[in-house]
Every structure is written in structure tokens, then in C-alpha cells.
């Protein structure tokens, strides 16, 4: 599969979404979707080690070159869900898999329960499901939410004097420093004064869901999926220590799932453990 992309771009409900896409437009779908605040260069290194597949990678609403939502919306996990349903429509034909990294692997359980036997095979890349709430805390959750709403001055677009800035903030938060520097095109725009860049994603995506998912929706949700399923799970990622139980817990609700681990960190698929996640994915779609 050739390494460069096409760009892509899809207008539904009064949104547009822009992707980009590899692979022969004849080849069987596989919707990509990426994790918090990042965008679709997010699966640039996997993308063209995936044989056989067209992978359509989309920047997810508020980010990327994606539009933002509307000041009355929100960004919760099941928000984006209708327009991906309507961009499968506009492409007139179900996936026949649906791949997730990190929030990303959130959104991608969600659509394969809605797509149902329309998905006939989920990858999710170091992501599950958000950690189900205690619903004796859903009263604060969702008074935490309506504060960030109202507190505009709270959560503000960040800009950087050059690129390096930009690279160096994302390595504090576990980047390599090519991988941030490949997500850069995506991530940063001119800003109003043609000096700094600023981040092109929503502020608002830092702000608190007003509702999460108990325990119970959760089980329930994994326990419909009726398409096989592959967790890659980083060595050093999500699920490392405190979060191997609620890892468990998840394989063991879904009824055909399928657990490998694969080295490095959280973005392991963006960078050196690229190779094996391919591996593990092309196996996966060619063993079905």
C-alpha cells in the first residue's frame, strides 16, 4: 500500500468531516478513528503497512481539520456516532471493520454496537471503553460538567511562537518527538495575527462529559457486539498496572475477543511498535 493519502472530506448534518484515506478505493472499508485531541495522521504509519484494506482515517469533529460542533453541543463519546452512520451512508456500503485508538477505541465499540452485523470486525489500539463511573459520584460528574460550560476562561485554544513548542508540549505528555511532529500538520494553524500557530482542535473537548458509563452499560454494551474482536494492548500503555483488571473485565465481556500485547507506549502504533501492530491487524483480517 502506497504511503501517501488521499484527502478526504464528507459533509453530514450541517458538519463537515475531512480524512484521509489509503489503500484501493475497491478494497474492503476499514473506518479509522484516532484518539483524544489527536487527528487522522494518527494511523499515517500504520495505515500503509495494512494489506489488502482501505483504510479511511477521519479527523473526528473538533479536531484535526474537521469542523467544530455548534456552542450548544457536546463532545461525548457517542456524539460523533450519528455522522459516521451518515458518512457509511454517503459511501454506500457498511465497513467490514471499524478500528479505534484510545478515545477513538471508545467511539469505535460505540459504532460497531450500532452498526451491529453491519461490523464485521473491531480493532481497538490501547483503548476500551471510558472506566465506568461510580453512580454515587454521577451528581458531582455532572455539576463538574455544567461549571465547565459556563467557565469559558477555563479552558482556552493554546498557541506556540513556533512548531518546537508545539513538539516539545506533546512529548510531556508521552509523545515521541517524531510522532508529534507528524501530527503537527493537522493539529496547528495560522493563527488571527499570522505569528503564532494555534491548536486546531476544540477547547472544549477538555471539558467534562455530563453523563459517563456505570459498570452495568458498559458489560452490557461490550456483550451486544457481535463482530470479532482485537484488543492490542500496549505494553507500556493504558493497561499497564492498575488498569490490567478493568482490561480483563472487558475481554471477558465480549463474546468473540481476542487479546495481544504489543510493545511500547500508548501511541505505540504511531511509532516503533508500528510493525507488530500490523502484523497482528492484517493477520486478523485475513484469518475471518
Known amino acids: 500500500m502506497s504511503s501517501a493519502p488521499r484527502s478526504v472530506s464528507f459533509q453530514v448534518d450541517g458538519l463537515m468531516y475531512s480524512g484521509l484515506e489509503w489503500g484501493y478505493p475497491e ?21 500503509p503497512q495494512l494489506t489488502g484494506l482501505r483504510v479511511l482515517a477521519l479527523d473526528l469533529s473538533g479536531q484535526g481539520w474537521s469542523d467544530h460542533r455548534s456552542q450548544d453541543a457536546t463532545y461525548h463519546i457517542w456524539d460523533d456516532i450519528p455522522q459516521l452512520m451518515g458518512i457509511l451512508e454517503q459511501l454506500g456500503e457498511p465497513p467490514l471493520g471499524v478500528l479505534g485508538h484510545s478515545r477513538g477505541a471508545a467511539i469505535a465499540v460505540l459504532l460497531a454496537a450500532a452498526l451491529g452485523e453491519r461490523c464485521a470486525h473491531l480493532v481497538l489500539l ?54 508529534a511532529r507528524i501530527l503537527a500538520p493537522r493539529a496547528l494553524r495560522a493563527g ?26 458498559c458489560a452490557a ?27 480483563d473485565q472487558a475481554v471477558k465481556a465480549i463474546a468473540d475477543c481476542e487479546l495481544k500485547r504489543v510493545p511500547g507506549g500508548h501511541h505505540t502504533h504511531l511509532e516503533a511498535g508500528s510493525g507488530a501492530v500490523a502484523e497482528h491487524i492484517n493477520r486478523f483480517f485475513t484469518d475471518a
Open 27 to 47: 478494497a474492503p472499508l476499514v473506518i479509522a478513528l484516532h484518539g483524544w485531541l489527536d487527528n487522522a495522521l494518527s494511523f499515517s504509519v500504520l495505515a
Open 192 to 217: 488571527a495575527d499570522g505569528v503564532l500557530l494555534e491548536l486546531t482542535h476544540d477547547p472544549r473537548l477538555n471539558h467534562a462529559s455530563a453523563i459517563k458509563l456505570t459498570e452495568g452499560m
Open 221 to 247: 454494551l461490550y456483550a451486544s457486539l457481535t463482530a470479532k474482536v482485537l484488543v492490542l494492548a500496549a505494553e507500556e500503555g493504558l493497561f499497564n498496572g492498575l488498569g490490567a483488571e478493568a482490561l
Open 126 to 179: 490501547d483503548g476500551l471503553l471510558p472506566s465506568p463511573i461510580n453512580e454515587a459520584t454521577i451528581p458531582e460528574q455532572f455539576r463538574r460538567a455544567q461549571r465547565d460550560k459556563r467557565d469559558d476562561r477555563k479552558y482556552r485554544s493554546r498557541s506556540f511562537s513556533h512548531i518546537d513548542e508545539f513538539v516539545s508540549a506533546r512529548c510531556k505528555l508521552g509523545f515521541s518527538e517524531e510522532s
